[in-house]
């Protein structure tokens, strides 16, 4: 048994989900782009609305429900699948797109640079339980028109796994595109084995920009995998009350599915989400609050019920340090998305609304989530029946350390941390210098860059991904690409 953690029952979210059928068949969604809007037309919507807001039926919605596949995988760098997007597993990914990081040194929040996307992309490289790299770092040394692709670059140069990343406008897709197309080789192969999963925002409330519905129409018919992150805000763009909020989410994510299916029946898409309250007293959006999270894992709860896999931000922090309350939000929200089983959390390492990275924070978020996996796995007998001969071994050698049931169970029963968690006694932590939680994970970040080895990526590629991104960045006006650290 798996325990589980629900907030919905089934009356419920069935009419959270029957109200945001009816909110996009009598509302609609204001869609800018031409082109989608032409998709949506021939697809049966209304267009005929006054205010230009597109009307879409239940039927359009239950067909790209049918259309969207129930299941999908991600490939590493080298090919090899690392993702099954199927069955509520957890997968665990660095929350993005931070323009700044917290700064090793001095411990102030600072621009990112290139050295700091290298530095994230090597640190996940070593972290197991990064199921994926994305592009959580926004680098201030290169124009804002290429910042989208140069962090994929980064990324791809120097980290195997697969990519969670997004574009910022219509024009850098194009350039990402070949950058995974220099990897993967051809079109099909990155259609085949997707690299990439790309993040497409719908604007709260109910309305695709240009920028968003183009990248999800051209995304789709790449064959490159999508999550719909809508970012409803409730009490501000989005109803008070979290249950009029999952209702606009809702809305908001089957309208990104229509269009996705309209341009590409089959496009593999993922129902996320990143809701947050609104704090009126202090005009921000705490992502680290628990009504936040409690909003993520009930949408996860709808995508499920609808049959989609499901992605949420949570298990980040709202803090401005690595402090009691960076822990406490995240150790809060990364429990939840466990439990709830959302299969694709975006979120360790932030910190200030999403705003900041940390390196520190990562390496220990990456402990909290080995803890909300190892919780999520549950409790199961282990050659426990019959419970006589293990006690009487017990009763006659006084423990059980160097029993044959200890060890053939105990990597699998128990788990144990890295060293930024400390377990040591007392005297034996004063012995070894008593070093605070921060300490502690400043010296695992530098353990584990010293450890870091060169991505195995071909030599072609690499040359090819430096070509391309040559070529984008002088066309933005920056003649050389920013020096890298060795």
């Known amino acids: 048994?798996?325990?589980?953690?629900?907030?919905?029952?089934e009356d419920l979210a069935e009419?959270?989900?029957?109200?945001?059928?009816?909110?996009?068949?009598?509302?609609?969604?204001?869609?800018?782009?031409?082109?989608?809007?032409?998709?949506?037309?021939?697809?049966?919507?209304?267009?005929?609305?006054r205010d230009g807001r597109v009307l879409i039926g239940e039927g359009m919605v239950?067909?790209?429900?049918?259309?969207?596949?129930?299941?999908?995988?991600?490939?590493d760098v080298l090919g090899r699948e690392t993702h099954r997007f199927e069955g509520a597993r957890t997968h665990f990914t660095p929350g993005s797109a931070a323009i700044n990081i917290l700064d090793r040194s001095s411990g102030a929040?600072?621009?990112?640079?290139?050295?700091?996307?290298?530095?994230?992309?090597?640190?996940?490289?070593?972290?197991?339980?990064m199921d994926a790299q994305s592009t959580a770092l926004v680098s201030s040394d290169v124009p804002e028109a290429v910042s989208d692709s140069y962090r994929l670059f980064i990324n791809l140069l120097y980290c195997e796994k697969a990519v969670v990343t997004g574009t910022f406008s219509v024009a850098g897709l194009p350039v990402m595109r070949e950058l995974l197309l220099a990897v993967r080789g051809s079109a099909a192969e990155l259609a085949a084995r997707p690299l990439a999963l790309f993040t497409c925002c719908p604007t709260s409330p109910l309305r695709w920009t240009d920028e968003g519905a183009r990248d999800l129409v051209e995304c789709a018919r790449a064959g490159i995998p999508v999550e719909i992150v809508p970012v409803p805000l409730t009490g501000f763009m989005a109803p008070v009350t979290l249950?009029?909020?999952?209702?606009?989410?809702?809305?908001?994510?089957?309208?990104?599915?229509?269009?996705?299916?309209?341009?590409?029946?089959?496009?593999?898409?993922?129902?996320?989400g990143s809701p947050a309250i609104f704090d009126l007293r202090y005009e921000t959006t705490p992502m680290g609050a628990v009504e936040t999270s409690m909003l993520t894992a009930a949408a996860a709860e709808i995508g499920r019920r609808l049959g989609l896999p499901t992605q949420g931000y949570i298990a980040l922090s709202d803090a401005k340090a690595l402090d009691a309350q960076a822990g406490l939000e995240t150790g809060i929200g990364a429990t939840l998305a466990a439990l709830a089983g959302i299969d694709?959390?975006?979120?360790?390492?932030?910190?200030?609304?999403?705003?900041?990275?940390?390196?520190?924070?990562?390496?220990?978020?990456?402990?909290?989530?080995?803890?909300?996996?190892?919780?999520?796995?549950?409790?199961?007998?282990?050659?426990?029946?019959?419970?006589r001969p293990l006690l009487e071994e017990l009763l006659a050698e006084k423990h059980l350390l160097i029993a044959d049931h200890t060890r053939r169970h105990l990597r699998s029963e128990l788990s144990f941390p890295g060293p930024v968690i400390d377990r040591t006694?007392?005297?034996?932590?004063?012995?070894?210098?008593?070093?605070?939680?921060?300490?502690?994970a400043a010296a695992e970040v530098d353990r584990l860059l010293a450890a870091s080895e060169p991505s195995?990526?071909?030599?072609?590629?690499?040359?090819?991904?430096?070509?391309?991104?040559?070529?984008?960045?002088?066309?933005?006006?920056?003649?050389r690409l920013p020096p890298r650290p060795e």
């Open 1 to 9: 048994m798996r325990p589980r953690f629900q907030l919905l029952d």
């Open 15 to 49: 009419r959270i989900i029957t109200e945001a059928k009816i909110v996009l068949a009598e509302l609609g969604v204001e869609v800018n782009d031409g082109e989608a809007r032409e998709l949506l037309a021939a697809g049966g919507a209304d267009l005929g609305r």
């Open 62 to 75: 239950e067909a790209a429900l049918d259309a969207t596949p129930l299941a999908f995988s991600l490939f």
């Open 109 to 129: 929040i600072r621009p990112a640079v290139t050295a700091d996307l290298v530095g994230l992309a090597r640190l996940v490289s070593r972290l197991e339980r």
């Open 243 to 272: 249950v009029g909020t999952l209702i606009q989410h809702t809305a908001e994510v089957l309208s990104g599915v229509v269009i996705a299916q309209l341009a590409r029946p089959g496009s593999p898409l993922l129902f996320g």
């Open 344 to 387: 694709n959390v975006s979120g360790p390492g932030m910190l200030d609304f999403e705003s900041c990275q940390s390196l520190e924070k990562l390496v220990v978020d990456h402990e909290i989530c080995r803890m909300a996996e190892r919780l999520s796995a549950g409790i199961e007998a282990r050659e426990d029946f019959p419970a």
């Open 425 to 440: 006694s007392r005297p034996r932590w004063l012995e070894e210098g008593g070093a605070t939680l921060g300490e502690r």
């Open 456 to 479: 195995r990526i071909p030599d072609e590629a690499r040359r090819e991904l430096e070509r391309i991104m040559t070529a984008a960045a002088r066309a933005a006006g920056l003649e």
